[in-house]
């Protein structure tokens, strides 16, 4: 039976830790030994599977008042010290610093790391030092798993031998949804209010939506991140006197119910790494207008004019013509939900766990660990 263990900062609720919670899941019910070794435990984190075995192995209280680097080092130590002490098959860092963390660990053991780019690398690996660490750290990689071919060809030539681009799981309760027998008068869209969402740009882009269909309205569910994106709305909204068909819903445990009443979904990123909110309203067989954000995560997974709608990202009008052209030509709006709902044979649970199983399998024995 062999040991995988997924490395990250915590699991509070974010599109990595989703995928982290499902692969662990998955990989534990069908019989391997699974940790997931965070730095932390947020307030507010997804549920792991009762198979899954949990470990803190972050900071210790009495490291609190530390410097930087002295914190940086430590934990480096203690992952060191948990991956010497469990011996997994393969470590799997899932965020940007937990990337070098696990590549320094495992020095001096026959450990394989396999590093999955989860985010837009030009923004979140651009610095002097990151530049210097990826150069000397990614090359011990034993592989990478991208969402995007964007994220690939940004580490070429550190990492790019045996990676694999590897699509996010849909959340199966997003799957098979019926469509509804009448479509609401709503663009909507799900996302936590973050600044890289873009939010206020979509609100933009509905109010002269709504100067030529003054019937619909605009719904945004999602959780506020609280970097300042859901004040910015509120003072837009009001700026627009837009309150009776602008809507800040917050967050939902029953999207899969309201998501489809739904007549068209709009999704507003100025940067993504793969974004599930876009994957699960696919599913549910929505019409999208997207925008073609970088790394790609849209453009991987619509085809323009086929499956969904692309537009040129911070492009309010581009956002507006889209949805206006798909509120008033329904026939082409629903042909595109029928294709969107396809996805699932990309995204599907048990598709992406066999790529998962086959991938990593592969990297543990190129490593001896058989």
């Not at 619909?216 to 837009?242: C, F, M, V």
């Not at 809507?247 to 739904?262: M, N, Q, T, V």
């Amino acid at each position: 039976m062999r040991k995988i263990v997924f490395h990250l900062n915590n699991l509070e609720q974010g599109g990595s830790e989703r995928v982290v919670t499902n692969l662990a899941g998955r990989f534990a019910a069908e019989g391997y030994e699974v940790i997931v070794a965070t730095e932390e435990k947020a307030e507010n984190e997804f549920a792991l599977d009762s198979r899954v075995r949990r470990e803190i192995i972050g900071l210790k209280k009495e490291d609190e008042g530390k410097g930087r680097l002295t914190k940086v080092y430590l934990r480096e130590k203690y992952l060191r010290e948990f991956v010497k002490r469990e011996n997994p098959d393969v470590l799997i860092p899932f965020a940007h610093k937990a990337d070098y963390r696990a590549l320094q660990a495992v020095r001096g053991t026959n450990i394989p790391v396999v590093v999955a780019i989860r985010t837009y690398p030009a923004r979140h690996y651009n610095t002097r030092l990151d530049k210097i660490l990826i150069r000397r750290l990614f090359p011990r990689a034993a592989g990478g798993v991208y969402q995007t071919a964007q994220q690939r060809d940004y580490f070429k030539p550190y990492l790019q031998e045996g990676t694999r681009i590897i699509l996010n799981p849909v959340n199966p309760k997003y799957v098979g949804v019926p469509k509804p027998e009448h479509r609401e008068k709503i663009v909507i869209q799900h996302a936590r209010l973050v600044d890289f969402k873009n939010q206020p740009l979509l609100v933009d882009a509905f109010m002269k939506v709504h100067e030529r269909h003054p019937d619909w309205r605009l719904e945004i569910w999602g959780g506020d991140s609280r970097d300042g994106t859901k004040e910015i709305l509120e003072n837009k909204i009001a700026s627009y006197h837009a309150e009776s068909f602008v809507r800040l819903c917050g967050p939902s445990d029953e999207l899969e119910k309201i998501i489809p009443h739904a007549g068209v979904y709009a999704f507003s990123s100025e940067w993504e790494g793969l974004p599930n909110s876009l994957i699960e309203a696919m599913a549910l067989g929505m019409p999208i207008v997207a925008t073609d954000c970088p790394c790609g995560g849209p453009a991987e997974i619509i085809e323009n004019g086929v499956n969904g709608l692309l537009i040129p990202m911070k492009n309010p009008d581009a956002m507006a013509d889209a949805v206006c052209g798909l509120i008033e030509d329904r026939e082409k709006a629903e042909r595109l939900g029928m294709e969107a709902r396809k996805i699932v044979e990309r995204c599907g649970e048990d598709v992406i766990y066999r790529q998962w199983k086959e991938y990593l399998e592969g990297v543990c024995s190129r490593a001896g660990r058989n």
